[in-house]
């Protein structure tokens, strides 16, 4: 049988039985768009009849050498035939004509990434015949100059500037503002123009023939898949580059037909907040292209209530019809004609990261999706964006308001003005914090916008390019800043009496519509949205791995509590040591000579170390706290050997030109315990510290190091639990790779905590864990495991460890090498890695588990926030993950996400 590479709309049941029934491939194969055209047909929505040119004939098209697979030209004239009997016209007949749209659609919608082609079909002769038929010369004229204006742009390669210039011209010497206000002798003048512009640039004609306009209409969808803002596009989305478009036929249907007829674009619900009701835009007497370009001012959709109260009333009952079918917010274009009402298309509307909690959170409370369906909808990339910084209120309010505009992507941006693309993307490369500040964007902008902080446009709506790839992308956008006055040749914005010049700092709030002069201060973002908590809390109830957080002072436990944090995963203790009146403590600790001396060091870091762990149980009350004993080489507390070299140079210096005795007394003095500093820090010096006396090392050869941590552990419990609070400290021993180091470790902490209690006369259970992160821990894990009350990963130093990769040096060395030829798949170091480093973990987990079923297990490396790395915990069994306290919301998700997955995949 000889392969079908056209369906109308209306054989949607045949395309989705030729791919056995399931609803995606239907897509892969119509498209996005050609599928939902389709199905809207079938539900009886009216869709203006056509067909859809297969996905396949567009790969066919690009591995044949840009030829037209045999039989997909003669199945587009069969196809026509159809739609011109549905229609009731004929395609090139001047005294009846159809007139057809050639549209892009791939399986993901890419808004604008495509090329269009509206009102193919029209000549010198059908432009007549129109005219006499419809009595509206204004509108024929009108409809022809758009289609030599597109298809001299998108086919045949003029760049549209040749044509906009005319346009202008045009409207000046009318003295109009508006093409709509153009009269027919204007138009035919600007028509006559058009053919020359195209003569002239592409040194050819425009094609007077319709089958020749259609058929370079369509090779030209197919190459535009090729083209460079689609594969740009396709990169920053991770679309794949072999599912090639389709394309869609449809029979013209016209919003410029005068005032009674619009075009317009609508959400079925808010796509920045995801408050219920219709959200767009629409213009009366205009084309589809007017109201997405943001060229005219446009009416928000509530007005079409006013000016024509059936369509909206019609429009609005689809709306929710195609919602309620889809499950999900639509996005929809339509087109009055004359008042009748066409849908032209329909798929998921994208929203912000806000947006599509709360749609998701209300389907659910709608009745429409289950509250799992819910939390899988929402991507951790959502909830980075949902974590995006917003303006500290003190400021904004001492801040220079200069303009207000559309507030289309939420969060704060601050950044220098760049008025082109390329620059931006050049000025980010530097390191640099950019504002894209352009009068409307294109799709051939996307680059740019990509590279900065923020985006800001002087004119567009809510559907804007511009307003629908920021908030795709989380880049915090304002559009339709008509205030602005955006001149690119001299490279000024003015506003009012103020001028900005390329490189001035704005700040953009994209939240409110705000935009402001200079660089206004920013805070953490607020995460009290009520839907955010509902669908946490959802993920909380599917999810089986535990969260907690990694965190070392009272502040960050509180917010990683408030953030949904289950206790404590790793507190650093060493980051308590750097303090300016701890760290001269700690090296009098390191470099004492005797162990006297040394014990009165360490005595003396006992109140700071409780006073921090008191801060750690009041923010943790009732939840467990892992306390890690000190672990990295002592030497890191010590000043820098080069430092202490120059000092001695200076000091022997000052001392040769001394003016008296005393100051060289003094100089003699500092000098002597400089030098004496020296030869600690040389003494102490190790060629590979990372492998030297850190971790447990430092606890079996200083033991008095552990007690006093330990005792400081236990007094701050002994101390909270006065005030009604439930503290639950869990010490772990690090970087242990025998089990005898443990027992030893464990017999020191045991003795001084049972010590605490007994001078204090109060029980708290004392649990002692240790990490994994050296491989032949994870060898002797069951050895290990005898004593442990539980087990903690840490995939920082196991990474390092296995993979035999400095974890300070390869991400700047040759790592992103291996990355670029493939060598390795992931960085190892942000993602897990199965092959090896996972599998240390599970076999370690088993056999532990072998002695102790039920031990306690987490991951608390840098692993624990990445959302695939905890997918891997999950499957491992892990206890939990912990993380940073901000990544807390996103390891919550990942985790659910993990468990439903696993849940899909037994079903399966
Ligand atoms: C680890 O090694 O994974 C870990 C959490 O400890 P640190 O990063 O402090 O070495
Ligand atoms: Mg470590």
């Known amino acids: 049988m000889s392969t079908t590479w056209v369906y109308r709309f209306d054989q949607i049941d045949e395309a989705q039985e030729f791919v056995g029934g399931d609803w995606d491939r239907?897509?892969?194969?119509?498209?996005?768009?050609?599928?939902?055209?389709?199905?809207?047909?079938?539900?009886?929505?009216?869709?203006?009849?056509?067909?859809?040119?297969?996905?396949?004939?567009?790969?066919?098209?690009?591995?044949?050498?840009?030829?037209?697979?045999?039989?997909?030209?003669?199945?587009?004239?069969?196809?026509?035939?159809?739609?011109?009997?549905?229609?009731?016209?004929?395609?090139?007949?001047?005294?009846?004509?159809?007139?057809?749209?050639?549209?892009?659609?791939?399986?993901?919608?890419?808004?604008?990434?495509?090329?269009?082609?509206?009102?193919?079909?029209?000549?010198?002769?059908?432009?007549?015949?129109?005219?006499?038929?419809?009595?509206?010369?204004?509108?024929?004229?009108?409809?022809?100059?758009?289609?030599?204006?597109?298809?001299?742009?998108?086919?045949?390669?003029?760049?549209?500037?040749?044509?906009?210039?005319?346009l202008t011209a045009a409207r000046e010497r009318a003295g109009v503002s508006e093409d709509s206000a153009m009269s027919v002798a204007d138009l035919t003048g600007v028509i006559d123009a058009f053919k020359s512009v195209v003569l002239r640039r592409a040194a050819a004609p425009f094609p007077t023939d319709p089958l020749e306009q259609l058929k370079a209409s369509i090779r030209a969808v197919f190459e535009s898949w090729e083209g460079q803002r689609a594969q740009d596009y396709r990169r920053a989305a991770n679309i794949a580059d072999d599912l090639g478009t389709a394309v869609n036929i449809v029979a013209m249907v016209f919003g410029n037909f005068g005032d009674d007829s619009a075009t317009g674009v609508a959400m079925s619900r808010n796509a920045t907040t995801g408050a219920p009701g219709i959200e767009g835009d629409f213009l009366v007497n205009a084309q589809g292209e007017d109201?997405?370009?943001?060229?005219?001012?446009?009416?928000?959709?509530?007005?079409?209530?006013?000016?024509?109260?059936?369509?909206?009333?019609?429009?609005?009952?689809?709306?929710?019809?195609?919602?309620?079918?889809?499950?999900?917010?639509?996005?929809?274009?339509?087109?009055?004609?004359?008042?009748?009402?066409?849908?032209?298309?329909?798929?998921?509307?994208?929203?912000?990261?806000?947006?599509?909690?709360?749609?998701?959170?209300?389907?659910?409370?709608?009745?429409?999706?289950?509250?799992?369906?819910?939390?899988?909808?929402?991507?951790?990339?959502?909830?980075?964006?949902?974590?995006?910084?917003?303006?500290?209120?003190?400021?904004?309010?001492?801040?220079?308001?200069?303009?207000?505009?559309?507030?289309?992507?939420?969060?704060?941006?601050?950044?220098?003005?760049?008025?082109?693309?390329?620059?931006?993307?050049?000025?980010?490369?530097?390191?640099?914090?950019?504002?894209?500040?352009?009068?409307?964007?294109?799709?051939?902008?996307?680059?740019?916008?990509?590279?900065?902080?923020?985006?800001?446009?002087?004119?567009?709506?809510?559907?804007?390019?511009?307003?629908?790839?920021?908030?795709?992308?989380?880049?915090?956008?304002?559009?339709?800043?008509?205030e602005l006055k955006i001149n690119l040749s001299s490279r000024i914005v003015s506003v009012n009496d103020d001028q900005f010049v390329e490189g001035d700092w704005l700040s953009l709030d994209g939240t409110t519509g705000e935009v402001f002069a200079g660089r206004v201060e920013t805070s953490d973002p607020d995460l009290d949205d009520p839907w955010l908590a509902q669908l946490l809390g959802w993920a909380d109830e599917i999810r089986t791995l535990g969260v907690r957080a990694n965190a070392d002072e009272g502040g960050d436990a509180q917010r990683a509590r408030q953030l949904g944090a289950e206790g404590i995963g790793l507190c650093r203790t060493e980051h308590m040591f750097f303090g300016v009146d701890r760290l001269p403590v700690v090296q009098r600790m390191i470099t004492a000579p005797t162990e006297p001396e040394r014990n009165a060091a360490v005595a003396e870091l006992l109140p700071f170390q409780r006073h921090d762990f008191i801060e750690l149980f009041r923010a943790m009350d009732g939840q467990p706290v892992v306390i890690r004993l000190l672990d990295p080489p002592l030497h890191e507390f010590l000043p820098s050997r080069d430092e202490l070299q120059s000092q001695i140079m200076d000091l022997q210096l000052r001392l040769r030109s001394a003016p008296d005795l005393a100051t060289m007394n003094e100089l003699l003095a500092q000098l002597d315990s400089a030098t004496t500093l020296l030869g600690q820090v040389d003494s102490r010096r190790e060629s590979n510290p990372m492998l030297g006396l850190r971790g447990v090392r430092l606890g079996m050869l200083y033991p008095e190091i552990t007690r006093i941590q330990a005792r400081a552990i236990f007094e701050a419990a002994a101390e909270v639990a006065a005030e009604g609070i439930d503290a639950r400290p869990e010490v772990m021993v690090p970087l242990v790779c025998e089990a005898a180091e443990l027992a030893a470790q464990r017999a020191v902490i045991e003795a001084e905590a049972n010590a605490v209690m007994a001078e204090r006369d109060i029980e708290v259970p004392v649990v002692i864990g240790t990490m994994i992160e050296i491989p032949r821990a994870a060898l002797v894990a069951e050895e290990i495991a005898a004593h442990a009350d539980f087990f903690s990963f840490g995939t920082n130093d196991l990474t390092q460890t296995t993979f035999g990769m400095s974890r300070d040096d390869a991400e700047t060395s040759f790592l992103s090498n291996y990355l670029d030829r493939g060598i390795l798949e992931a960085n190892p170091f942000a993602t897990l890695d199965a092959k090896g480093v996972g599998k240390l973990i599970d076999t370690a987990l088993s056999s532990a588990r072998t002695l102790s079923p039920d031990l306690i297990a987490g991951v608390c490396g840098e692993h624990g926030g990445d959302p695939a790395s905890i997918a891997l915990c999950h499957s491992y069994g892990l206890t939990y993950v912990s993380c940073s306290p901000f990544r807390v919301p996103v390891a919550r998700l990942a985790a659910a996400h993990a468990a439903l997955n696993a849940r899909d995949s037994v079903t399966r």
């Open 26 to 166: 239907v897509r892969g194969l119509l498209g996005g768009k050609g599928a939902n055209l389709g199905e809207m047909t079938r539900l009886g929505i009216p869709v203006p009849p056509g067909f859809t040119v297969t996905a396949a004939a567009c790969n066919a098209y690009g591995t044949g050498n840009g030829t037209l697979s045999a039989g997909v030209w003669d199945q587009v004239i069969d196809a026509m035939r159809v739609t011109e009997a549905q229609t009731g016209r004929t395609f090139g007949d001047p005294s009846n004509p159809l007139l057809v749209a050639v549209r892009s659609g791939a399986k993901f919608s890419m808004p604008g990434m495509m090329d269009t082609v509206l009102d193919i079909g029209l000549n010198d002769e059908v432009v007549e015949g129109m005219i006499r038929a419809t009595g509206n010369e204004r509108f024929v004229l009108d409809s022809y100059r758009r289609l030599i204006q597109m298809f001299g742009s998108v086919v045949m390669g003029v760049a549209d500037e040749h044509f906009e210039r005319v």
């Open 291 to 482: 109201v997405v370009a943001g060229i005219r001012q446009t009416r928000p959709i509530e007005e079409l209530a006013d000016v024509m109260p059936e369509m909206s009333e019609q429009f609005t009952q689809i709306a929710q019809r195609l919602e309620g079918h889809y499950r999900d917010m639509q996005d929809m274009e339509f087109t009055v004609e004359r008042g009748n009402l066409w849908v032209l298309q329909t798929r998921d509307g994208k929203r912000t990261a806000q947006a599509a909690v709360r749609i998701a959170v209300d389907l659910v409370a709608e009745g429409v999706i289950d509250r799992e369906e819910a939390v899988s909808r929402i991507t951790p990339e959502h909830l980075e964006s949902l974590l995006h910084p917003q303006f500290r209120a003190s400021a904004k309010a001492d801040a220079t308001k200069i303009a207000s505009g559309l507030n289309v992507s939420p969060g704060a941006a601050v950044g220098q003005i760049a008025f082109d693309p390329d620059l931006a993307v050049r000025w980010s490369e530097e390191g640099r914090s950019v504002v894209l500040v352009r009068p409307e964007t294109r799709p051939d902008d996307v680059h740019g916008m990509l590279a900065s902080v923020g985006i800001l446009t002087s004119s567009g709506g809510r559907t804007s390019h511009a307003a629908l790839v920021a908030r795709q992308f989380g880049r915090p956008a304002i559009v339709g800043a008509s």
